[in-house]
C-alpha cells in the first residue's frame, strides 16, 4: 500500500506542475483540485498503511512473548 500512496502522490505532484498556465500566470481549477484529491489519497494510503504494519508488528510481539 505504501508504494501506491506514493504513486499516487507523485501523480498528483505532476498534476500541480502541469496545470499551471506560463503564459497567463494562472492555474486550472480542476486540475488543482484533482491534484490535490490524488495527494491527499495517497498521503491516507501511506498513513493507513503505516498504522496498519505498526499493528501487525505489536501482534507478532505479543504472540512470540507468550
Known amino acids: ?3 501506491n500512496g ?9 498534476l500541480v506542475m502541469l496545470s499551471a498556465n506560463a503564459k ?17 489519497s495517497g498521503v491516507g494510503l501511506m498513513l493507513w498503511a503505516k498504522r496498519r504494519r505498526k499493528t501487525n508488528d ?3 510481539q505479543n504472540s512470540a512473548s507468550t
Open 1 to 3: 500500500m505504501t508504494k
Open 6 to 14: 506514493l504513486f499516487l502522490v507523485s501523480i498528483g505532484l505532476i
Open 24 to 40: 497567463t500566470g494562472t492555474y486550472d481549477g480542476l486540475s488543482l483540485v484533482t491534484a490535490a484529491f490524488l495527494i491527499l
Open 58 to 60: 505489536l501482534i507478532k
